[in-house]
């Protein structure tokens, strides 16, 4: 490098995403971040949720968008995203207006999710307009869905167009909803039965540290956890979910993306999923309402790697993959056999308002338990039809029957599920 060359020269751009000092979180509430009344029965006294990285503002812990925070530090490292940079929300409100609901204002009613999020721009104005970066939690809008199972369902004359629900071209009109999770601490640790200590030291530790305030900050209740949201969709009117007398059909679907995308055989989820939209979409068209509302819990919450571990475990043990093996081999690999704990799943039922599900399209003993557990009421329970079940599917749906899922008929016995196998890794 030559002498002349100015001292800068090597220098790269100043970045206009990070600089200064690093501020800890850990410390110190900000004398401007409003305060939160978590379960208020209206916006201006419950407050609103401040997720904003602007400590004086912030009042709670984590930050937005869930698991897409850490990209939103990789554009922000990158230099592509402004760290100043604050939402438009011009024209983005909900298509369908939902609630408030009862629910939204009763103690431990709701405690993943913000009841107030998808309408921050109306409730909060003042506070937008003065500054706080107050940002959606859940969005609204509407779509057409098509899928070549309700394209089936036509052709096989079990659903008819009726240019309302259901359109010529095959496609299906719903209101769809995202909803990112936002955690009420006390609440949570309440749902699970442990203090709110043990909670925050769980989080603290098991995320490797990633969130100080966890453990430094009590004032701070809510929490937004870095984890994915759950997508509902609706088929007829959203504001009918609230009405009791108005039926009810309804599927609450955890995310499984080598079925539910891709059409792998070993499990009965996109075929139950697709079930139930043409459940959905039949009990709509009779005057009813339909609902799926989808939990990105990949894998009973494990992950995609320890599913596709535990997939193998199963085909090379001694005797081959076998519906009497099946919850022991996940546990062998994961420590337990499920992490979904249904137990946060019904918040989202309580934001749209819902008192009652005349027909729930599951057979979770797991799922039914923690609706009925939650104070809603529910009428039939549909099981996934025979002939929907792959051949290779047989060895999860025989052992979930066993181990007390719904079904019409008599659960498999422990000699029976020994005679229950799949495929080989080389089949
Ligand atoms: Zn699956």
Redesign the pocket.
């Known amino acids: 490098m030559s002498a002349q060359a100015s001292p800068s020269a090597n220098v790269p751009p100043a970045a206009t995403s990070a600089g200064g000092h690093i501020r800890l979180t850990s410390h110190s509430a900000g004398a401007e971040a409003p305060a939160l009344s978590w379960g208020a029965a209206t916006a201006a006294e419950r407050g609103p949720v401040v997720g904003t990285i602007k400590r004086t503002h912030r009042n709670v812990i984590g930050t937005h968008s869930g698991a897409y925070g850490v990209y939103r530090a990789l554009a922000v490292a990158a230099g592509a995203l402004s760290r100043e940079h604050r939402a438009d929300l011009t024209d983005t409100s909900p298509t369908d207006l939902i609630g408030p609901y009862p629910q939204w204002g009763q103690p431990g009613a709701i405690v993943s999710l913000d009841p107030w999020g998808a309408v921050v721009a109306d409730v909060f104005a003042d506070q937008l307009a003065h500054g706080l970066d107050i940002r959606p939690t859940i969005a609204v809008t509407k779509a057409q869905v098509i899928l070549p199972e309700i394209g089936d369902a036509l052709r096989a004359g079990r659903l008819a167009p009726d240019g309302r629900v259901l359109l010529d071209t095959g496609a299906a009109q719903v209101t769809k909803a995202a909803v990112e999770p936002v955690w009420h601490l006390p609440g949570v640790a309440q749902r699970f039965g442990c203090s709110e200590n043990d909670l925050r030291r769980a989080l603290f530790e098991e995320t490797g540290g990633m969130y100080p305030e966890l453990v430094t900050r009590p004032d701070l209740e809510v929490f937004l956890p870095p984890i994915g949201g759950q997508t509902v969709y609706i088929f007829g009117a959203a504001g009918d979910l609230a009405d009791p007398s108005i039926e009810l059909t309804a599927r609450v679907h955890d995310e ?1 993306n ?2 539910d995308v891709f059409g792998s055989d070993i ?1 009965t ?1 996109r075929p139950y999923l697709t079930h139930a939209i043409e459940e959905c979409i039949r009990g709509a068209q009779r005057g009813g309402v339909g609902l799926v509302a989808y939990s990105r819990k990949e894998g009973r919450a494990l992950g995609e790697v320890t599913k596709f571990l535990v997939y193998n475990a199963r085909k090379r043990q001694a005797g081959g993959d076998t519906a009497d093996q099946y919850f022991a081999r996940t546990e062998c690999v994961a420590g337990v056999q499920d992490m979904r704990f249904q137990e946060l799943m019904p918040d989202v039922l309580h934001w749209l308002g819902i008192t009652k599900i005349h027909r729930l399209v599951s057979m979770s003993n797991m799922k039914y338990d923690a609706i009925t557990g939650s104070g809603i009421e529910v009428g039939e329970r549909i099981s996934i039809p025979e002939e929907l079940i792959p051949a290779e599917a047989r060895v999860e749906i025989d052992a979930k029957m066993a181990a007390g899922y719904f079904t019409p008929g008599a659960a498999p016995g422990t000699e029976e599920l020994k005679k229950v196998r799949g495929r080989g890794l080389d089949e």
Do not use: V
């Open positions: 499984c080598g079925s499990c989820c």
